[in-house]
């Protein structure tokens, strides 16, 4: 799985969504071409997919619905970042966080999804389902 992360540098990165790494080549080409040739920096929106590191309870959460996905980030700009899930809730992610956490010099934080990009997430998913109906 993969985080869509989308911003820039003035306003910052923002979880758009938790997609299935299948669906990252119709998502590039959808916000390709949503975003156009922008020149001005300050309005000009990025997008950038991170690799999930799925839990050791991936399993016991099961199918978790789109809307619900939290996850774990780690990391920085020179470091590089780390991402982990998705998690079925932001208490569950917390407490894996601190186990990854204890003992260690990295921390872990969680990042809801972004509530402003949720009329472009609902259409990121309805992409990615009509691509999935074509196929079947």
Known sequence: MKA????NVIKGMRLVGVYD???QPVIEQYLDQLDGPITDNDEKLFHQFVDLIPSSQAEQYGDIPPQSRVILVSGSLT?????????????IALGYAVNLSFGQMTN?????????????????????EKKTAAVA
């Open 79 to 91: 470091r590089g970042i780390v991402a982990r899930g998705p998690f079925p809730a932001r208490s």
């Open 4 to 7: 869509l992360f989308r911003g």
């Open 21 to 23: 790494d299948e669906d």
């Open 108 to 128: 872990y934080y969680v990042v809801d999804q972004e509530p402003e990009y949720m009329p472009l997430r609902d259409k990121l998913y309805s992409l990615v």
